[in-house]
């Protein structure tokens, strides 16, 4: 497998997430994996809570990232899901990247264990491993980077996800990602505001690829969404949900501020 990057902030990111994982694979066989998922729950459908009225907020556990280094100290991941699921978010994302992210799969299991809501696992997928991991690790939802994968392991992973019956969030930033995305049928797209080549934000950029996002997929603004109107604004271009980190780790009352954004959008 060797996955296409478009940039060496994303380049630099995978390197170590291959690392990490090479770890992980030394402790844990891709058997022992599906074996482990043969005991967890079947994976939610998110659809009918990323589509229902109102603006639908896939609330992220983040507590660092390369753009902004530190955003929070965030002890207890599964005590901020659940004040998340408390303000009524659609689904939790829950990074689990180490190096950049401090993000762990702890932090999954956690936050899986306390919320019965959809749960994103959000990483730098671009093996089959990794998707074997989401799922064993009660995932219901898991990210493909359209830059970070050729065409073939593109199709190979979200076949893989849907075969364990997970939902893949595909995320594109430039149209010809976009077209990629819809060659695929996938049913969720999230356009990511952030150039992850230069680490740009350009929350603009949502509007611009609606057009090349077939019919009927569930259309996701992500990231640089710093304040309630912002939000609200993705909601008027045409936004099913929203993918926020940042906004809701750094307000100490991250309920109020998905129940403000349902409000200003139902
Ligand atoms: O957040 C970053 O700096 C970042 C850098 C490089 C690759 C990915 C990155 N973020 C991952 C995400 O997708 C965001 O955490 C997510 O969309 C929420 O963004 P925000 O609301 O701006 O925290």
Sequence with gaps: MSPTTTGTVLDGIIAGVLKDLHERQLMVTSDNLREAIELVAPAIDPI?????????????????????????????????????????????????????????????????????????????????????????????????????????????????ACELGMTPLVEVHTAEEARRAAALDARVVGVNARNLK????????????????????????????????QAVEAHDCGADAVLVGEMLVRHGEPAQVLREIHRATV
Excluded: M, N, W
């Design 198 to 229: 230069t680490l740009d934000v350009d929350r603009s950029i949502f509007g611009r690829l609606l057009g090349e996002l077939p019919e009927g997929v569930v259309k996701v603004a992500e990231s640089g969404i710093l304040r309630v109107d």
């Design 48 to 160: 009918p809570r990323l589509t229902s009225p109102g603006l639908s907020v896939i609330s992220e556990v983040k507590r660092s990232s390369p753009s902004k280094g530190q955003l929070a100290t965030i002890s207890d991941p599964a005590a901020l899901a659940d004040q998340y699921r408390a303000g009524g978010a659609a689904a939790i994302s829950v990074l689990t990247e180490e190096r950049r992210f401090q993000g762990s799969l702890a932090d999954l299991d956690a936050v899986r264990a306390k919320v019965e809501i959809p749960v994103l696992r959000k990483d730098f997928v671009v093996t089959d491993y990794q998707v074997l991991e989401a799922r064993a690790h009660g995932a219901d939802l898991v990210l493909l980077i359209v830059a970070a994968l050729s065409d073939d392991d593109l199709r190979r992973l979200y076949d893989l």
